[in-house]
């Protein structure tokens, strides 16, 4: 561990470099306020290094899905403080690698921080005796809606649970490239109106494939119908299934040619600025949906997950789980959410101040976790 008089070094560990944007936007966003903060040394853990060192700039990248147990160790005992997070890291499936570096951690004596998580689905009991024992030993945690503490709780966590709010909130919109929009093949005579797909996996193991496209192509051909828009599909995770989901919905789509998926490579902040475009939005995965909240873009939610149910409920917005969804049920809500888009606009703004100062309160916390530990240091 390093010493009182030199810059704390701080370690990031989370599910970086899998060209993810929202958790390349929870990562820019947590260095971001260290660095506005605190004078800090950063080493990220990533599952890609060179995609890491490329898009943040910090000290140190790690690539720590390659190492051993004992490179790892080495890796982490230079460190003053490990944080594991954001997002929604601890489901089935996973939490056996984020929780390795942790109870590494806890091994050696090196204080843990968990930012702004969220967490399930947690059916496996050895996975939840892991998060259990893991957890219990961690310094802070902070999660970013209140079904993670509510779960965390269930599972047998007893360490103080502090509900903060999700990073990418105080994300800050980047200049896109020039003439983005044109390539993109997006007509600005038409309104935009962005959709939002995600594949299933571990994270969501109940998504019906079937039954989402099916809805997601029938809102998109009446959204065309009633008001003349073309659909512009956001592929937030490109190295996985969104792009083949997007062009799946397409594919069923009666008013394919006023469809199109994006092509290009944003970085969160570029993305950000993109989505300023839109008119209205429909989507799924959650860093869409800030980031159209972010740009008073109203839009309609298809909650999934719990983390998405979080989210709609801290902006007072209503929306049943995906599942029992129908066609006309979701046509019907969108038809209405767009005669009423302007209110929708004007509700959401009231409503994410309050968002946002609650993820500004998870850096406060760690600052207060740092001044504790500089303390123990004091010789």
């Given at each position: 561990?390093?010493?009182?008089?030199?810059?704390?070094?701080?370690?990031?560990?989370?599910?970086?470099?899998?060209?993810?944007?929202?958790?390349?936007?929870?990562?820019?966003?947590?260095?971001?306020?260290?660095?506005?903060?605190?004078?800090?040394?950063?080493?990220?853990?990533?599952?890609?290094?060179?995609?890491?060192?490329?898009?943040?700039?910090?000290?140190?990248?790690?690539?720590?899905?390659?190492?051993?147990?004992?490179?790892?160790?080495?890796?982490?005992?230079?460190?003053?403080?490990?944080?594991?997070?954001?997002?929604?890291?601890?489901?089935?499936?996973?939490?056996?690698?984020?929780?390795?570096?942790?109870?590494?951690?806890?091994?050696?004596?090196?204080?843990?921080?968990?930012?702004?998580?969220?967490?399930?689905?947690?059916?496996?009991?050895?996975?939840?005796?892991?998060?259990?024992?893991?957890?219990?030993?961690?310094?802070?945690?902070?999660?970013?809606?209140?079904?993670?503490?509510?779960?965390?709780?269930?599972?047998?966590?007893?360490?103080?649970?502090?509900?903060?709010?999700?990073?990418?909130?105080?994300?800050?919109?980047?200049?896109?490239?020039?003439?983005?929009?044109?390539?993109?093949?997006?007509?600005?005579?038409?309104?935009?109106?962005?959709?939002s797909v995600r594949e299933p996996g571990p994270a969501a193991p109940d998504?019906?494939?079937?039954?989402?496209?099916?809805?997601?192509?029938?809102?998109?051909?009446?959204?065309?119908?009633?008001?003349?828009?073309?659909?512009?599909?956001?592929?937030?995770?490109?190295?996985?299934?969104?792009?083949?989901?997007?062009?799946?919905?397409?594919?069923?789509?009666?008013?394919?040619?006023?469809?199109?998926?994006?092509?290009?490579?944003?970085?969160?902040?570029?993305?950000?600025?993109?989505?300023?475009?839109?008119?209205?939005?429909?989507?799924?995965?959650?860093?869409?949906?800030?980031?159209?909240?972010?740009?008073?873009?109203?839009?309609?939610?298809?909650?999934?997950?719990?983390?998405?149910?979080?989210?709609?409920?801290?902006?007072?917005?209503?929306?049943?789980?995906?599942?029992?969804?129908?066609?006309?049920?979701?046509?019907?809500?969108?038809?209405?959410?767009?005669?009423?888009?302007?209110?929708?606009?004007?509700?959401?703004?009231?409503?994410?101040?309050?968002?946002?100062?609650?993820?500004?309160?998870?850096?406060?916390?760690?600052?207060?976790?740092?001044?504790?530990?500089?303390?123990?240091?004091?010789?």
């Amino acid at each position: 561990m390093g010493t009182l008089n030199e810059v704390p070094r701080v370690g990031i560990s989370g599910s970086y470099g899998g060209s993810n944007l929202g958790d390349e936007a929870i990562l820019q966003a947590i260095i971001s306020q260290l660095r506005n903060s605190l004078p800090v040394e950063i080493t990220v853990f990533s599952r890609d290094d060179e995609d890491t060192q490329r898009r943040h700039q910090v000290e140190h990248v790690v690539p720590i899905r390659k190492l051993t147990r004992a490179e790892a160790r080495a890796e982490v005992e230079r460190l003053d403080l490990l944080i594991l997070g954001g997002g929604g890291i601890l489901y089935n499936g996973e939490v056996e690698s984020y929780l390795r570096e942790v109870m590494l951690a806890h091994e050696i004596g090196v204080p843990v921080m968990l930012y702004a998580i969220s967490a399930g689905p947690l059916v496996v009991s050895a996975t939840r005796q892991l998060i259990r024992d893991a957890l219990n030993k961690t310094a802070l945690i902070t999660v970013r809606d209140r079904q993670a503490r509510k779960l965390l709780e269930e599972v047998g966590v007893e360490q103080p649970i502090h509900v903060t709010a999700d990073p990418a909130l105080l994300l800050e919109p980047e200049p896109l490239p020039l003439e983005a929009l044109t390539r993109e093949g997006l007509d600005t005579r038409h309104r935009l109106v962005g959709f939002s797909v995600r594949e299933p996996g571990p994270a969501a193991p109940d998504i019906d494939i079937q039954h989402y496209h099916a809805l997601l192509a029938h809102a998109a051909d009446f959204l065309v119908d009633r008001n003349d828009v073309q659909i512009v599909f956001v592929s937030m995770e490109r190295k996985h299934l969104d792009l083949q989901q997007s062009h799946a919905v397409v594919a069923q789509m009666k008013h394919a040619s006023r469809a199109a998926v994006l092509k290009g490579e944003y970085s969160p902040g570029q993305l950000l600025s993109l989505v300023s475009h839109f008119e209205f939005a429909v989507g799924m995965r959650l860093h869409f949906l800030i980031f159209t909240a972010l740009q008073g873009v109203p839009f309609v939610a298809l909650p999934y997950a719990t983390k998405i149910a979080g989210f709609i409920e801290d902006l007072g917005l209503e929306m049943p789980p995906l599942e029992q969804v129908s066609t006309g049920q979701l046509i019907a809500y969108i038809d209405r959410s767009w005669d009423t888009r302007h209110e929708v606009r004007a509700h959401i703004q009231r409503a994410l101040p309050a968002l946002q100062e609650r993820a500004r309160e998870t850096l406060g916390l760690a600052a207060d976790l740092f001044s504790k530990i500089a303390a123990t240091k004091d010789p």
